[in-house]
């Protein structure tokens, strides 16, 4: 079975500051492992994923995020927040075979402050 | 990359009608279709997975008869709320999967259904 913890409901941080979402998973099979991040009343939009390869992703928007197998963790970290950041971000965990199903975290809500 | 539909992107309707939302991958084969479900400030719960020409598999808790979903095609998946109701009101998102690894699901923008 698989499963993924966010481990923050929300996180506040100042403009110009680093940005650190917290995501841990479980999975009984080698995982891939995705962030999407959706803004208010919008669909969602595939930030970057992890499939068995480089360990340390880049993404878009100069989100990237590091998959720690020993750690069970897929952390999203950006150096530099800008206000356009303020969000949802959901981490996503997928068992690599095509009968599983893609788990959601319950989700980080960002938010920027000046 | 890969791009999924849906339609309408927003519906209202009256209590006790039905609504129906379409999901289309648009230039891809779609193997395997999800419908979630988003209450405001919350995950995406998945409902139901679909796979072409079969009858779709309703996750725990999920009203089949009240949810219907059809996937007549490889690019064509419909969800219908049947005899909708206030409590019905959500934020629809459908995905789409195509054949061979990473099996990553594409995600449609999502249908905000309104029952009045």
New interface residues.
């Given amino acids: 079975a698989q499963s993924v913890t966010q481990l923050d409901s929300h996180v506040s941080v100042s403009e110009g500051t680093p940005v650190l979402l917290r995501c841990n998973y479980s999975s009984s099979y080698s995982p ?1 492992l ?1 962030w ?1 991040v959706q803004h208010p ?4 939009q ?1 930030l970057l ?1 992890y ?2 390869a480089a360990t340390l992703v880049k993404g878009i928007n100069g989100f990237e995020a590091e998959f720690k197998k020993s750690e069970t963790s897929f952390h999203l970290t950006k150096p530099s927040a800008h206000m356009s950041d303020a969000a949802e971000y ?1 981490c996503v965990v ?1 068992e ?3 009968a ?8 980080t ?1 960002l938010s920027i402050r000046p | 990359g890969a791009v999924v539909s849906q339609h309408p992107s927003w519906v209202i309707c009256k209590s006790g009608t039905s609504v129906k939302i379409e999901c289309r991958s648009l230039d891809f084969q779609a193997t395997t279709m999800f419908w979630y479900r988003q209450f405001p400030k919350q995950s995406l719960m998945l409902m139901a997975t679909s796979n072409e020409g079969s009858k779709a598999t309703y996750e725990q808790g999920v009203e089949k008869d009240k949810f219907l979903i059809n996937h007549a095609s490889l690019t064509l998946s419909t969800l219908t709320v049947t005899s909708a109701h206030p409590e019905d009101s959500s934020f629809y998102i459908c995905s789409a999967r195509g054949e061979g690894g990473p099996y990553e699901q594409y995600f449609g923008p999502g249908t905000r259904l309104t029952v009045t």
Avoid: C, D, V
């Fill in positions: 891939s995705f999407y009343n919008k669909g969602l595939l994923k499939t068995s959901f997928s690599n075979s095509s599983s199903k893609i788990i959601f975290g319950s989700g809500r």
